[in-house]
């Protein structure tokens, strides 16, 4: 992206696929701290909800503590999408520290009949941190996960390589050696160099999500019969970020990282059965917040 120096990025436009009568859209999105969120965008998130009717969707980073704060967003998200099976075990919160990390997933009511578990994956390091959701439906498991981030300085990286990385690839394999199985999630990796906007930098290489050793890590998970969905629909997108630096004003000029992911079973990208039909970005629907929401749709899934 050298060329767009002092300009902004431009981004591909994609075309979207529709589904039908027996498809599953799912949306997630790394909000940052959810009460904050609802607070001072519950109108974006409404705005999503009505125009997009995701069958499942998954907060990251809602940043939680269990009881009191989880009942008033269940209480608050019950109100305004009321289509929506939303209850408080579905809301992994970080046991150790307050206002940090934690995942949850939701779906409409009338997807009940599917649902057979949502289950809290506990995968070391950061056991305790709730990163991890696994939601089983008739034909297959959706993987809601927001990945351990290396930190300033990387100070988990050393951890993330050698335990969690690992940790989320045998989860996969083992749940994908049953039904096809999608991961959606911020995974903290700009895998490919078009999905870094200032590959050139120096300071590229020790920071996090993008040092070589973290985009190895995922290539490592890709060759154990995973494909990046977003990649596969979409190999010659540019400009396809998902996150934005909003300390350094990045959004405004396009300037990102390709942080968030659907991830499939190689089962799930063959034309037979249940099957990959779209993956796509929603930057539109994230004028303000440093993520967009990402999402699929798969056909032939309920």
Known sequence: YEQYKGSSIPESRLPR????????KVIVWNVGGLRSFLEKRSKDLKRLVDKESPSVFGFMEHRLQKGQQVAECVEKLSQLLPDYHIDAHSFHCCEQKKGYSGVVMFWKKSLTSSVK???HEKLEPGSTEGRTVVLELEKMYIVLCYVLNSGDGLGRLSERLTTFDPNLRKLLQGLARRKPVALLGDLNVAHQDADIWNLEAPHIPKSASTTPEERESFGRLLSAGFVDAFNHQHPEARGAFTYWSVRAGNK???RGLRLDYTVV???LTEQQGT??????H???YAPAGDHCPIGATFEQAV
Request: proline share 4%; aromatic share 8%.
């Open 282 to 284: 929603l930057p539109h």
């Open 117 to 119: 578990q949502l289950k």
């Open 275 to 280: 099957r990959l039909l779209d993956a796509f």
């Open 17 to 24: 696929k529709q589904g039908s009568a027996k498809s599953l």
């Open 252 to 254: 405004k000029w396009n």
């Open 265 to 267: 079973s190689q089962k």
